[in-house]
């Protein structure tokens, strides 16, 4: 069996993100689009880029560029110094949602670390999806690469919408089970999923490829077809999808527009550097105060600030709300000065909460994938769309078309062990925010998740040798192949133990955050996204980080039903 990872080939192809990276300085200079455009031609065609390929990236670009909103600004000028009643920071998956709900009555502030994903069709169309993935640089693309400590290549958003801007879109409730475990309340719970809905999923257009994968999973005995579904049952289903039937990705920073624009800013390309806090001396109590934050371009060292209204006739005010994800938010509490005492000395940060629990409990689902066809074909790539949903929900196996290149894709047949035992941790690798922190994941490192691996190996090796995809491929390398035994198994969850990119914890709830999302210790600051889960939930994760943002925003609207609001200072 071929369980080689599709590699990232590099061919003679060059960078669309060294494309869009000109044409994004072309929307921050004064130079006129039509000189910028003639010589960004001029040169790709120098260098041997196919002409029609340029020429439909350039047709998209002009077509969607400019599509922007009155509350978004990159302009740090617009934002240093002013009052808002909340902030929060990382425009992803649930920070949108959240910073939508709550500008229904409280002015907001959203400070996202990349850019627009607006006018950019290697994020919004389907037939272009995974471009995006392939080509990463440090600091701008919208797709930052990290290598865990394990050895394992990884990817996180870097865009307004988060990873909902490059993943597959495919989208699966959390169990009522999951629900029920977390805490949450059931009814508000499934009012947040249908807001998240109406707006933003589809029942995906079922292609050639999206029946056969339907096929071979049944055809490895992955029962019953549950058909189109969005709840998370045993068999195999088609799931909900970011991406409508026109193929054109929706992603969480379309929900912005569902809140009200006139008391949301977005600010975006600024990072940031930590949460201020100021000391009530009576109290003793650490309250957040504001933020300060940097241009994310790095063009130089100054820093902002921007800071939490405080009514004088009130004891409440807002909160300070870390939606940077599982490696973003943990990292900004460190930089913040909450962590374990030692590590923050180490990095001479000064200590605000000597709190053990951040950057602990840091999971991966481990998977392994087997190529369905070894050799490289040049396939429109296509998202997954069907889940299989096995082992007594312990393991979901997807499959998409995926390019490795511009020109060539594969067919990987993936899997992932649903409720992994093994855990690692997350800590600062420099005082940069900008920079990835370290992350373990010990990937395999506990017995249940080895054996679960095997398990996952011979599930995969049925789905590849069937009939379907027999029929598919035309021919099938696999079915002349005998079946791995355990140990050939073994030996290869190890060597090519792969992410789901579903990784999560660092801010868990129990540790870092309670139930109510706020963190220990002090006042003034929370943490609402897959950093607080102790587990992946669903098939997915997305559809419950899009949900967390609304139900959460609801939850806090209704706790401040009797405040007074919109109170700029500034
Ligand atoms: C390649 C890929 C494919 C995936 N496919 C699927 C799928 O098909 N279905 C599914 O359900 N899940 C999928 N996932 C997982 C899912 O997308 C993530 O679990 C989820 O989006 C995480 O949401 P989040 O809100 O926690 O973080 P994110 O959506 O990553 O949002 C965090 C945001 O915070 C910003 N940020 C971070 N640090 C800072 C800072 N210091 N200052 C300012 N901003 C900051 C980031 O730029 C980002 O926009 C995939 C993930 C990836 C990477």
């Known amino acids: 069996m071929d369980y080689m990872l599709p590699a990232k080939e590099v061919d003679y192809y060059v960078s669309p993100t060294c494309l869009l990276a000109l044409i994004r300085l072309y929307e921050s200079t004064s130079l006129q689009a039509s000189t910028v455009l003639l010589l960004l031609i001029t040169i790709f ?73 607006y006018g950019d069709p290697f994020i919004l169309e389907s037939k272009q999806y995974g471009f995006s993935l392939l080509q990463t640089d440090e600091y701008t693309s919208v797709a930052q690469s990290f290598v865990s400590k394990d050895g394992v290549s990884n990817l996180r958003g870097r865009v307004l919408g988060g990873s909902s801007a490059l993943n597959g879109g495919f989208y699966s409730r959390a169990s009522e089970d999951f629900v029920a475990k977390v805490g949450w309340d059931i009814g508000g719970v499934t009012d947040a999923y249908e807001w998240v809905e109406s707006r933003i999923i589809s029942k995906p257009d079922l292609t050639h490829w999206s029946y056969v994968a339907a096929f071979s999973f ?227 490192s506990s017995k249940k998740d080895r054996a679960q691996c095997v398990k996952l190996g011979q599930l995969l090796e049925r789905v590849v040798r069937s009939e379907s995809i027999a029929f598919f491929l035309g021919s099938n390398e696999h079915q002349n192949k005998l079946m791995s035994t355990k140990d050939e198994l073994r030996k290869l969850c190890k060597k090519n133990v792969r992410t789901f990119y579903h990784y999560h914890g660092g801010c868990t709830m129990g540790s870092v955050v309670d139930k109510s999302y706020r963190v220990y210790g002090v006042k003034g600051l929370k943490v609402i996204d897959g950093s607080t889960f102790l587990e992946s939930p669903g098939t997915n994760p997305m559809a419950t980080l899009l949900m967390l943002g609304r139900y959460q925003g609801i939850k806090i609207l209704q706790d401040r039903k009797d405040a007074s609001f919109i109170n700029p200072r500034t």
């Open 218 to 444: 049944l055809e490895a005995g992955i029962f019953p077809y549950n058909g189109f579904s969005l709840e998370h049952i045993q068999g195999t289903k088609i799931g909900g999808s970011l991406f409508d039937e026109q193929g054109r990705r929706h992603l969480s920073a379309d929900l912005l527009q569902a809140g009200n624009p006139s008391n949301i800013t977005v600010l975006l390309n600024a990072t940031l550097n930590n949460v201020i806090f100021h000391t009530n001396c009576t109290r003793d109590e650490k309250i957040a105060r504001g933020i300060r934050f940097i241009k994310s371009d790095g063009s130089s060292n100054r820093t902002y600030e921007a800071y939490l209204n405080q009514p004088d006739n009130s004891s409440s005010w807002g909160d300070v709300i870390l939606a940077a994800g599982a490696l973003g938010s943990p990292q900004i509490l460190l930089l913040s000065g909450i962590g374990p005492q030692e590590h923050l000395n180490k990095f001479e940060v000064p200590l605000v909460l000597d709190l053990k629990g951040v950057g602990e409990g840091m999971r991966d689902n481990p998977g392994i994938a087997i190529l369905a066809d070894s050799r490289p074909q040049n396939r429109t790539p296509e998202p997954p769309k069907v889940a299989g949903i096995a082992d007594d929900f312990k393991i979901i196996i997807e499959a998409g078309i995926l390019p490795i290149s511009f020109n060539a894709t594969v067919i990987p047949i993936a899997a992932k062990i649903a409720f992994p035992e093994s855990v690692g941790k997350l800590e600062l690798n420099s005082t940069d925010p900008r920079a990835n922190p370290s992350v373990t994941f010990n990937y395999l």
């Open 45 to 117: 065609m120098l260098m041997g880029f196919p002409l029609h390929l340029l020429l439909l990236f350039v047709h998209s670009a002009i077509c969607s560029s400019g599509q922007t909103f009155p509350y978004m600004t990159s302009d740090v000028q617009q934002v240093s110094g002013r009052f808002f009643d909340y902030i929060v920071v990382g425009g992803g998956t649930a920070g949108c949602p959240l910073a939508a709900t709550l500008s229904e009555k409280f002015s907001v502030l959203l400070v996202e670390r990349g850019g627009s994903p």
